[in-house]
C-alpha cells in the first residue's frame, strides 16, 4: 500500500511570495489534515477534510493561507503571501475511520522563507 | 482547548535499559491518546495508541505505554532500549470522539547511548 505523498519535498522563497504544496492520501482515506511543524514544536493542525468538506480550520490563518481538496482525494495548500514565520515543515496526513483513528503522515515539506 | 505537556526535551538511556518518555495531558471528555516516533528526514510513525480498554497498551518495535486517569498520564515505556530507539518521539491526544485531528506535545529526544 503506498503511502502519504507529498510534493515538493523542499522549497525556499523570498518573504511576500506565494507558494503551493500538494498532498496525495492513501486510497480510500477519507479525511485529510494538513499540519504545521516549525523547528522544535509539535505538529499543529492547520486544516482537517473529510471527503471534500472542512471539518476544522479554526487555526488556519485564512488571511494568508488557505486549502482544497476538490474531488475529495488529493489536497493543495497555498500560503500568500509569505511571511519568515511561515517557515516550517507541512505534514500532511490521512485517516481511514476503520483503522482506529490512525493518521497517516507523508514524509512533509520543508518551506524555508528568506 | 485541549493539550499535551512532554516535560523533557531530551531523556540519555543506555542501551539495555529500560526507559520512560513522559506525556500529561489535558482534554474535555474522553481521551484518545497516541505516540508517534519521528527519524530524520523522515515523517511521523505511528507507536501506539490508548482509546478504552486496557491501561496498558502496547505497540510497534517493543514500545508500551499506561494511560492512568488520575494523574492524566501516558508514559511511554520501554523495558530494554536499543540504540535504533533514538528519534524524536511525540505524544498526542484528540477529544470529539477522536473525530477531531491530533494536538501534540513538542516532543522528546530520546538518545540511546551504546
Known amino acids: 500500500e503506498a503511502g502519504v505523498a507529498q510534493s515538493p519535498r523542499y522549497k525556499i522563497i523570498e518573504k511576500r511570495q506565494s507558494v503551493a504544496f500538494w498532498c496525495n492520501p492513501i486510497s480510500g482515506h477519507a479525511t485529510l489534515y494538513w499540519y504545521q511543524q516549525i523547528l522544535g514544536q509539535g505538529p499543529k493542525l492547520l486544516i482537517q477534510f473529510q471527503n471534500n468538506g472542512v471539518v476544522d480550520d479554526s487555526q488556519l490563518p485564512k488571511d494568508r493561507f488557505s486549502a482544497e481538496r476538490l474531488k475529495g482525494v488529493d489536497s493543495t495548500l497555498k500560503i500568500q503571501p509569505a511571511k519568515l514565520e511561515d517557515s516550517a515543515v507541512y505534514l500532511c496526513?490521512?485517516?481511514?475511520?476503520?483503522?482506529?483513528?490512525?493518521?497517516?503522515f507523508g514524509p512533509g515539506t520543508r518551506l524555508t522563507v528568506t | 482547548a485541549q493539550s499535551v505537556a512532554q516535560p523533557e526535551d531530551q531523556v540519555n538511556v543506555a542501551e539495555g535499559n529500560p526507559l520512560t518518555v513522559k506525556c500529561t495531558y489535558s482534554v474535555s471528555g474522553n481521551p484518545y491518546l497516541f505516540w508517534y516516533v519521528q527519524y530524520p528526514n523522515r515523517g511521523l510513525q505511528f507507536l501506539l495508541k490508548y482509546i478504552t480498554g486496557d491501561n496498558l497498551v502496547k505497540g510497534s518495535y517493543g514500545f508500551e505505554a499506561e494511560f492512568n486517569k488520575s494523574q492524566t498520564s501516558f508514559h511511554l515505556k520501554k523495558p530494554s532500549a536499543l540504540v535504533s530507539d533514538s528519534a524524536l518521539y511525540f505524544c498526542a491526544v484528540s477529544s470529539g470522539g477522536g473525530a477531531d485531528g491530533l494536538t501534540f506535545g513538542k516532543g522528546t529526544h530520546l538518545i540511546i547511548q551504546p
Open positions: 496526513a490521512s485517516s481511514f475511520p476503520g483503522q482506529g483513528l490512525i493518521e497517516y
